[in-house]
């Protein structure tokens, strides 16, 4: 009797497992949304009976200004979805152009993630739904059938810093085998992000796999660092546990991170085969990596070839104080004496920082610094940023 109470219980505990994977795989919404549709409009979809007014936000909207404590932004625009039968709904009135595309939903002003859609991503604090609209750059950014690099998350130890820290590494496909030796991009994030958002935001590892299988780009080592000084890694990937992301970090932009960069190039060139020169070392970076990737390049002058600065922020918040921002004209003038490779510098028209780097230029020009230059639409978005990265990795490691 007790063997058969031991089977009952069992047999119930799998019923009971059963009927949750199964809630698992049949639970979810039975809507399709988003919908991609043949002329590439897209439907939007929500179920919500009760709800008195229904929107979507998102990057394929035009944008509006908002004012935040960091200045005035460029943000998402709304639509309103219209209501029959409990079922709300949004078509496109347009084709939108081949792109990454962000979004969310507003239901009665709350913001929540479209329960038909799995695919999101998080930046900082927001997690956005996501969709591509295939054809033209957007296909770089698609894994399609070529052969892939290896995408590791690697920790190294910081005597500067005082504690291990965390990497993300893609190798280029064929690296584990082929025994040769490679340059290496660096790659950095801006405020508030971590070494997770270029492949995640950014979709790094499918652009470089994409441009190197079509020829366009160098086979090459990809660094994404974490640039806040006073982090181990990504929020919730470290000893800190689930705490909240924020924007609101010590140890940004006020040097330890330029001052302890030699360590992670130390760490690179110790653990993978890499070319151990300054003709082989790419470095650039998006807002507070741009500005990372300008003051570390002048501050070692003799690290990188090439630099990139994307939508940069250029010099430090009034009154911060730090030897790497020093003699700042001298540094420069030092940097440029060694002709980089290539000094590229890329930006929106509607970006934030728009005039800081116009006026950056403007130095550089005064001085006779050589440079590159390249503009797009838009703001501070990552729209841009992927479109910089595409733009910047085939200009690099020339022979």
Known sequence: MKH???????AMGLCALGSHAQQALWGGSTLISPE???DKTVTFRLQAPKAVRVQVTGDFLPTQKIQTPYGEFDA???ADLVEKDGVWEYTTPEPLSPELYSYTMLVDGLKINDPSNVYRIRDVKSVTDVFIIPGDRADL?????VPHGTVSKVWYHSPTLGKDRRLTVYTPAGYETSGKRYPVFYLLHGMGGDENAWTELGRAAQILDNLIAQGKAEPMILVMTNGNADLEAAPGESSLGFAQPTMELPKTMEGSFETHFPEVVNFVDKNYR?????????????????????HISKQYPDMFDYVGLFSAAILPHDGTTSPIYDNFDA???TQFSKNPA???IAIGDKDFLYQANVDYRKKLDDNGY??????????????NWRIYLTEFAPKLFKK
């Not at 058969?4 to 069992?10: D, E, G, M, N, P």
């Not at 950014?141 to 059938?145: A, D, E, H, K, T």
């Open 331 to 333: 540094k420069l003038k």
């Open 76 to 78: 998402p625009g709304t």
């Open 4 to 10: 058969f109470k031991l089977l009952l219980f069992a």
């Open 370 to 383: 050589k440079y590159e230059y390249f503009e797009t639409p838009d703001g501070h978005i990552w729209k």
């Open 342 to 344: 290539l000094y590229w």
């Open 274 to 294: 890499t070319i151990k020169s300054k003709k082989a070392r790419a470095i650039a970076g998006l807002s507070m990596g741009g500005f990372h990737s300008l």
């Open 141 to 145: 950014y698609n894994i399609n059938q």
């Open 36 to 38: 991609i549709n043949p």
